[in-house]
């Protein structure tokens, strides 16, 4: 008798079981990100989450088995995304970094309720005990190491003026954008948050360069 046979319908068995699992961890995400963008970490649910996605019997996986690593779990699976869309691949120059956070603005104007999720628990973060301030710590401490990191490499290849303070341009840089989303989550329809963040970046760059030059295609 051949010892494989029986075999293959196990390992389908098993990619239909990861294809099963891979569905219910996005309808979880997708769940999660509309109860926390309505209610913020305190006040949502994990009892109402697990109900609205359907999954009451057997339990969310084991990661989602908290609110709070629930909700780490939903701002760092975001963050892969704007990784992917934003920071890949590496940005050539200075130019090319702050066209990537003008363009992440116009990707978040086109997905409000990802946006304002993000802005709850961002806000909510401020106090010690909340449990995404790690989290925040550490995401604010990576995008600005990594454009600061550009900007050094801009200054030392003469594109920028070296005596530019990258740390606190890059600081700067993100502080606009966080402040650009905030203002665009109360009325949508009378800021233009993409916009006015690459008018604001592109001015930036310009006091930064030699030859006056700001974002690839200008502030439009």
């Known amino acids: ?43 949502s649910s994990l009892a109402r989450t ?14 989602f088995r908290s609110k709070e690593g629930l909700l780490v779990s939903v701002l760092r699976h975001g963050d892969e995304q704007d ?9 050539r120059s200075a130019g090319e970094a702050f066209a990537s956070l003008a363009g992440l603005a116009r990707y978040n104007a086109e997905r409000p309720g990802r946006t304002r999720m993000v802005n709850v628990p961002a806000a909510e973060a401020g106090g010690r005990g909340h449990p995404a301030r790690a989290y925040f710590l550490r995401r604010y401490a990576s995008v600005i190491d990594k ?4 900007l050094r490499a801009a200054a030392a290849a003469g594109e920028r003026r070296p005596d530019t303070d990258c740390a606190g341009v890059a600081a700067e840089a993100v502080a606009v954008m966080d402040g650009s989303r905030l203002r665009w989550a109360l009325a949508p329809a009378a800021f233009d948050m993409p916009g006015r963040l690459r ?3 592109d001015r930036l760059l310009r006091t930064l360069s030699r030859g006056a030059a700001g974002l690839p295609g200008g502030a439009r």
């Open 1 to 43: 008798m051949d010892r494989t046979e029986g075999r293959t319908p196990r390992r389908s068995a098993s990619r239909g079981s990861h294809a099963v699992g891979d569905e219910r961890r996005a309808r979880i995400l997708d769940t999660a990100v509309e109860h926390f963008a309505q209610w913020g970490c305190h006040a």
């Open 50 to 63: 697990a109900k609205d996605v359907g999954i009451t019997q057997g339990g969310p996986p084991h990661s």
């Open 83 to 91: 990784e992917r869309r934003s920071f890949s691949p590496e940005p």
């Open 147 to 150: 454009i600061t990191a550009t």
């Open 199 to 201: 008018t604001c970046l």
